[in-house]
């Protein structure tokens, strides 16, 4: 790519993020568009509808960006979690990262490598004419002596990162203590859950829990609740709420036509006959719904699974931390998530469901990896211009208009993978609930890490080596070549990789922000809907597909520091709109739909270390290339000492990730002793865990009740 190519598509995508900004702070102060932009202070009546025209709602105005800044780390916390909290500190850290490293990177090594003359044909009158090659350490001289100041530069940036590293592990550690122990006594800080139950001959499945427990836990077993198959049940729920909005639609509809029923008398008769037979549905689907509860609850369905419920934290963490059986797949245990958290569906797949469904995921994993080859594998032509004439002879005339290719060249191919690369977080979420996890939040933290490694490998390694169609098998066979071969396709796809972090990056991130799918879908619909006032929807923010683009962009920066300094300010501008946008989602949009206390910071880590390790390997490979022996045998001890530092954190910290200790328990526990309110937390723990497909409902269909919750427990 040269770099008009490049200039070419950072002028489009700058007039883009332009053009979002302004729009997002014009319709932002539209009443009609306050479900899209502030979903969550409309929820928390934070915010009144105005209906009264004024100027300013047309003036773009960049108040949100302030209050967005100004948004401290404990408001964040108290309003949207930990994880939260944790998400906004990986952007931080990637900037921290990233901020050194150009520092390094522009004042230091980029002038070294535009100094170099190892490139011929550099015309440096006609720059925009020229490769980004130039730019590049490929520019450098084989065997000079500048060469050591890239070697030192890897030193240096591993040092930060690894310090930085320790800091957030620490922090985030400490952090997660602390807002265990400040926290409210929660459900499922008390609840296990015990699977492979199993039954007594002539008993169920609940005598069994009782009898177990009772036994061998007397003193800190509280309740259990056993799982029922509800599969059918959540069918027929599912059907009722359908019935039940066409029907409030059709009612809203009817209002409506009322005023003016002489002139259209045939339109209301025929709407008022369809009203009184989807009511019939409706009727029909709860007398179904309420006899399948009665057959469920009765016996017959129970899953040998239930949710074990103790009179302590330091109980529950007991019953979980101990193998219960002599049988060690019998009585197998593990945390219960929060009850909102669960996901019901899991429960009716049995062993070999779940055994069969985990090979066919990972089966699925590795054909969806082949399949995207091939989108990549088009980008890649479409940044060659040379190439894509001589396959496509008929092209050739309108590709030598020179701004048609440089948007070929420079901009289709980061928007034609970008756009491929939007359905990979949907699947792999599909694909993580059929694995067997029992939450929501289990879900998409399995979904996040399917997502980063699909990420690293289709786009950056298949990218690297969509040039060469035999790398797979060279480097099975021989491993030793994998720097000396990283050294040759990395810096060649440079350009590729900057044109891909200002599209995907700087435009995704102000997508985001303008909300593009929910803005379409409330112009469409709008017209539509029937009653304005029903309850706001608020989204929640998808950690499995933000927190792995995060993590991407950070290996692309590390990877490409001392490689192609020039990524380096656009990954720098990427970071500084994603941290202003997300802060600004967190106050006005995202309201938290689980919690894991940030969880998520193992899978960073992992990803860091990564990228420093995948640094290592193609600085020794580069090294060896450009005649330098000496410093890839110096290099050499870098990784080992980086995998050394990782194992020390792993044992140091990821722990406090898997489990609170005996200490934090045994505290908190005691400090509820005195509290009042603990008698009628354990008498609502009883029932907490009860499944929402088996509780008592009734669908009111009347029209002055349409905006009633669906279903309401019964007395």
Not at 668 to 697: C, G, H, I, Q, W
């Amino acid at each position: 790519m040269i770099v008009s190519a490049l200039l070419t598509s950072v002028g489009i995508n700058s007039a883009l993020c332009l053009s979002f900004l302004v729009l997002y702070s014009i319709l932002k102060k539209q009443p009609a568009y306050y479900g899209v932009y502030i979903p969550r202070l409309v929820a928390e009546g934070k915010t009144k509808q105005r209906d009264d025209f004024n100027l300013e709602r047309l003036i773009p105005s960049p108040n949100w960006v302030k209050k967005a800044w100004m948004l401290s780390e404990e408001e964040l916390l108290s309003s949207s979690g930990l994880d939260a909290v944790v998400f906004m500190r990986i952007v931080t850290f990637s900037f921290k990262v990233l901020l050194f490293a150009g520092v390094i990177g522009i004042f230091v090594l980029l002038p070294v490598n535009c100094s170099g003359d190892q490139l011929e044909d550099v015309d440096l009158v006609n720059i925009s004419n020229n490769s980004l090659d130039v730019f590049t350490i490929s520019n450098v001289k084989d065997g000079s002596h500048w060469l050591w100041i890239h070697f030192s530069a890897v030193y240096l940036i591993t040092a930060y990162i690894c310090c930085l590293l320790y800091y957030e592990y620490k922090y985030i550690s400490s952090r997660r203590i602390e807002y265990f122990c400040s926290s409210k006594p929660l459900f499922h800080q008390f609840t296990i859950l015990v699977r492979a139950i199993p039954a007594s001959a002539g008993g169920s499945i609940s005598d069994s829990v009782e009898h177990f427990f009772t036994e061998y836990h007397p003193s800190t077993y509280l309740s259990h609740t056993v799982v029922r198959r509800t599969s059918k049940l959540r069918g027929l729920i599912n059907d009722a709420k359908t019935m039940y909005g066409r029907l409030g639609h059709l009612q809203s509809n009817l209002t409506q036509i009322q005023p003016n029923r002489g002139s259209c008398f045939g339109l209301f008769r025929r709407k008022d006959d369809l009203v009184d037979r989807y009511e019939r549905r409706l009727g029909d689907i709860e007398q179904r719904l309420r006899l399948e509860q009665s057959e469920v609850s009765l016996a017959g369905k129970e899953v040998p699974a239930a949710f074990v419920s103790f009179k302590s934290r330091y109980g529950a963490a007991i019953a979980m931390h101990m193998q219960q059986s002599d049988n060690p797949i019998h009585w197998v245990t593990e945390r219960a998530p929060e009850p909102h958290d669960v996901y019901w569906p899991f429960f009716s797949s049995t062993f070999m469901q779940r055994w069969i469904s985990k090979l066919g995921v990972a089966v699925a994993c590795f054909l969806l990896t082949i399949l995207f080859f091939i989108p990549v594998l088009v980008v890649q032509g479409l940044t060659n211009l040379n190439q894509l004439q001589t396959r496509f002879p008929f092209l050739k005339g309108f590709l030598t208009i020179t701004f048609i290719s440089q948007i070929i060249t420079g901009y289709l191919p980061s928007l034609i993978l970008q756009s491929f690369l939007k359905m990979v977080p949907p699947v792999m979420e599909y694909l993580s609930s059929i694995q067997g996890y029992i939450s929501l939040s289990e879900i998409r933290k399995s979904a996040c890490f399917k997502v980063l490694w699909f990420t690293i490998w289709n786009i950056f390694f298949a990218s690297v080596f969509s040039g060469t169609a035999l790398f797979q098998l060279s480097m099975v066979f021989e491993p030793k070549t994998i720097p000396r071969r990283l050294a040759v396709a990395v810096p060649a796809q440079a350009s590729f990789f900057i044109a891909y972090v200002v599209t995907s990056g700087w435009t995704s991130s102000l997508s985001e922000l303008i909300n593009l799918f929910p803005l379409i879908r409330s112009l469409v619909t709008k017209p539509f809907s029937g009653n304005s006032d029903d309850e706001q929807e608020v989204p929640s923010i998808s950690y499995h597909s933000d927190i792995p683009r995060t993590l991407f962009f950070v290996l692309l920066g590390v990877t490409y520091f001392f490689l192609a300094p020039l990524i380096l300010p656009f990954l720098l501008v990427h970071f500084s709109l994603e941290y202003i946008v997300y802060r600004n989602q967190f106050i006005n949009v995202y309201a938290p739909k689980y919690e894991t206390a940030g969880r998520f910071w193992p899978i960073a880590h992992s990803c860091i270390i990564f990228s420093l390790v995948l640094m290592h390997a193609i600085a020794v490979g580069i090294f060896t290339l450009k005649k330098l022996p000496l410093a890839s045998s110096l290099l050499v001890p870098l990784p080992i000492l980086t995998l050394l530092f990782n194992e020390y954190c792993r044992k140091r910290f990821l722990p406090n990730f898997s489990a609170y200790s005996a200490e934090t328990l045994i505290k908190k526990d005691r400090k509820d002793e005195n509290d009042p309110a603990m008698a009628e937390f354990l008498d609502n723990l009883v029932t907490a865990y009860s499944d929402p497909a088996l509780m008592p409902v009734s669908f009111t269909a009347n029209s002055d009740s349409l905006s009633r919750p669906l279903m309401s427990p019964e007395d």
